[in-house]
């Protein structure tokens, strides 16, 4: 039974760009919360999404937007790419409300 | 809105000691309060949580965690260290029904031989 997946694991872009970063939950899972970590910190929620709808989101700019697909997969997108963007990027998914979430490998993003 | 801290950002015990990780939180309702661990250049591994229930919980890898309302803690603990535990562990909560989890910034545990 494979885990959570996430692609790439690394990307370089530059200031400006766009970009897409990709999640399969494990099997059996239905919602998808994103995070972005900075350097020498903790997880910070970006925004969850149950039923192909975003359903929570965190303090971060409209530059960040994601999507969920009927498989339960999902993405996330980040417009206008700023220097301070750079981070590992984590996808956790859960079955429901209040149990644990798991979380994949992550995807380094360094933006130049 | 719920937060949490882990007031140490590095704790060093050496192999076979018990170990503590500290950790408190704020919530307005009823605290779901997780644990996690992180490897280097890995994702959160999933230690324990602690929703309801005995306020004494065990989890994976010989770890367990202690809930306290009154302190508002939830600290983190193995009787026995060992090497392979030296990574980077993360307290969360969730404040149910927000699903937003916010994790600690992370205590770097280091045991050593």
């Known amino acids: 039974d494979a885990g959570v997946t996430q692609s790439p694991t690394h990307l370089i872009k530059t200031r400006g760009q766009q970009v897409t970063l990709r999640c399969s939950p494990k099997?059996?899972?239905?919602?998808v919360s994103w995070y972005q970590q900075a350097l020498g910190q903790g997880p910070q929620f970006i925004f969850q999404y149950y039923e192909e709808e975003e359903r929570q989101r965190g303090n971060f700019p409209d530059r960040f937007s994601g999507h969920q697909y009927p498989n339960y997969s999902s993405e996330l997108n980040v417009n206008a790419l700023l220097l301070g963007d750079s981070a590992l990027y984590l996808c956790?998914?859960?079955?429901?409300?209040?149990?644990?979430?798991?979380f994949g490998p992550g995807t380094r993003l360094t933006v130049l | 809105a719920q937060s949490v801290a882990q007031p140490e950002d590095q704790v060093n015990v050496a192999e076979g000691n018990p170990l503590t990780v500290k950790c408190t939180y704020s919530v307005s309702g009823n605290p779901y309060l997780f644990w996690y661990v992180q490897y280097p250049n890995r994702g959160l591994q999933f230690l324990l949580k602690y929703i309801t229930g005995d306020n004494l919980v065990k989890g994976s890898y010989g770890f367990e965690a202690e809930f306290n309302k009154s302190q508002t803690s939830f600290h983190l603990k193995k009787p026995s260290a060992l090497v392979s535990d030296s990574a980077l562990y993360f307290c969360?909560?969730?404040?149910?029904?927000?699903?937003?989890?916010?994790f600690g910034a992370g205590t770097r545990l280091t045991v050593k031989p």
């Open positions: 099997s059996g899972h239905d919602t």
């Open positions: 969360a909560v969730r404040d149910m029904p927000d699903n937003d989890m916010r």
């Open positions: 956790a998914s859960s079955l429901g409300d209040g149990n644990e979430q798991f």
